[in-house]
């Protein structure tokens, strides 16, 4: 997959993204947060997810942005790109992003949340429009680029152009409304 935006609009849309996700994270009390069985959209039927599961989701999906960048530079395949394009493989890895930081406390996702966000997005602002445009250094069936792999990683169908969070909490004032008036 070839890049269908820059690497200016991806910046202005992951900028978007993460402010509307900290408003959140500096909206909602710590039990809100931690609260079960909140998030309703964009999950399989068996899920039953807080907040803070979400953002453990989120930090998966950045945290394999960064991941398949440096495998990239390295010349190498990040086992991501395969994987989002698969259902089975995207399922894996939306299952697995959730167990893997299930243990976390509150705080320790927070944190990693914060990291993982501002590491991808002074990554994507080290790159240049060539690093953006540049071909994949291994071998492909398809034409992809560097900024094609963000997309195929990020971007994700259903997904609006690099806003995750919309697809899990389409409206974050009826979200609030909602966890509330329980």
Same mark, same amino acid.
């Given at each position: ?10 910046? *202005? ?18 039990? @809100? $947060?931690?609260?079960? +069985? ?9 899920q039953k997810?807080s907040?803070? +599961? ?7 999906y ?7 960048? +440096?495998?990239?530079? *390295? ?14 493989? =995207?399922?894996? !890895?939306?299952?697995? =992003?959730?167990?893997? *930081? ?5 705080? @320790? ?15 994507i ?5 060539d690093?953006? $445009? ?12 560097? =900024?094609?792999?963000l ?17 899990? !909490?389409?409206?974050? @004032? ?9």
């Amino acid at each position: 997959m070839l890049a269908t935006l820059s690497r200016e609009v991806a910046l *202005r849309e992951l900028d978007i993204e993460h402010r509307a996700v900290r408003d959140l994270m500096n909206t909602l009390t710590d039990e @809100e $947060k931690t609260r079960p +069985d909140t998030i309703r959209y964009g999950l399989y039927p068996d899920q039953k997810l807080s907040f803070k +599961d979400l953002l453990a989701h989120l930090i998966t999906y950045e945290a394999f942005s960064i991941e398949a960048v +440096d495998a990239w530079k *390295r010349g190498e395949k990040h086992f991501a790109i395969d994987a989002m394009q698969s259902e089975s493989g =995207g399922r894996k !890895i939306h299952y697995a =992003g959730i167990e893997d *930081r299930r243990g976390q406390t509150l705080t @320790e996702t927070l944190d990693e949340w914060e990291q993982t966000q501002y590491a991808l997005m002074a990554m994507i602002r080290k790159l240049g429009d060539d690093d953006w $445009k540049q071909a994949a250094p291994f071998a492909t069936d398809a034409p992809l680029d560097l =900024g094609g792999v963000l997309e195929i990683i990020l971007v994700a169908p259903p997904r609006p152009p690099y806003r995750h969070l919309p697809v899990h !909490i389409p409206n974050s @004032e009826a979200y609030i409304r909602a966890l509330r008036a329980r």
